[in-house]
């Protein structure tokens, strides 16, 4: 499913319900500090909570799915792909070995 259109692919759910819950624990000067962050922010904590979770799970995601270059470095790239580097002896060495989950 796409970040961007969640929505679009979930049409028995409405935008406005909530039907889940997300306990956590937390130190009284976390809940604190989250708590003043939120009343500057004019919202309640957990408005703040999970629109902060949501916009940090956002940039992870597309911080693994999503680059932008200029049209110059974007040639560059696409060259770089079409002519990778000659392998060398570390790294014929690291394809032999196996990866930690087949050990």
Known sequence: MSILNHRAE???QKAGKRDTTINIRLTVA????IDSAASLAG???SEFVLESARQ???EVL????LFSLEE??????LSA???PPAPTK???ALLQNKAPWER
Do not use: C, E, I
């Open 30 to 33: 976390a809940r604190d500090l």
């Open 72 to 77: 110059d470095g974007f040639a560059a790239f």
């Open 90 to 92: 570390r790294l014929r």
């Open 10 to 12: 979930r049409p028995a």
């Open 43 to 45: 919202k309640t904590r």
């Open 62 to 65: 597309l911080d693994q799915r």
């Open 81 to 83: 792909l079409d002519k």
């Open 56 to 58: 940090q799970a956002t």
